[in-house]
């Protein structure tokens, strides 16, 4: 079955007081990072496809990375979760390069969440994803957000 129910949510971590040498002159900045979750599909094989944006408000030349991590609820006790692991590098962020950094990450079940076993695979349904957004040279510490989400079929 097929759905065509288009999910999206905003999550918005505050960074505190970043330091970018070259950008700033050596003053210390706060930068907003927004990452917009726009779609969440799930395959028949049970992988998750994440797509969605990560936005800065002040630049971060050195870019942007992400790690996603996706855990789907199966039953009252077990789950099925997998993550990107090494994270996926999106490239400059902010306002002089490119302020929106789109992306589109492959979510492979591992069968194992927090060290427990718990084997399966993805399947339409509620999800929970959490995003690391982590500067790849410099400028603010990790950024972590999690968000509900409906996975839905991918065509």
């Given at each position: 079955m097929m759905y065509t129910?288009?999910?999206s949510a905003l999550v918005v971590g505050i960074l505190l007081m970043g330091l970018c040498?070259?950008?700033t002159g050596a003053r210390a900045q706060t930068i907003v990072v927004a990452v917009e979750i726009t779609s969440a599909t799930v395959n028949t094989?049970?992988?998750?496809t994440v797509s969605g944006v990560v936005t800065c408000t002040a630049d971060v030349p050195g870019g942007v990375g992400i790690n996603v991590e996706v855990v789907q609820p199966v039953g009252r006790t077990k789950s099925v979760s997998g993550s990107t692991f090494n994270g996926v590098p999106l490239g400059p962020c902010g306002p002089s390069t490119q302020e929106e950094q789109p992306f589109s990450v492959q979510v492979f079940p591992?069968?194992?969440?927090?060290?427990?076993?718990?084997?399966g695979r993805f399947g339409?349904?509620?999800a929970f994803v959490f995003t690391?957004?982590?500067?790849?040279?410099c400028c603010f510490e990790d950024v972590v957000t999690s968000t509900t989400v409906?996975?839905?079929r991918s065509p």
């Open positions: 129910r288009r999910w040498v070259g950008v094989a049970g992988v998750v591992t069968g194992f969440f927090e060290g427990v076993f718990t084997g339409p349904g509620t690391d957004v982590f500067a790849l040279d409906r996975l839905t």
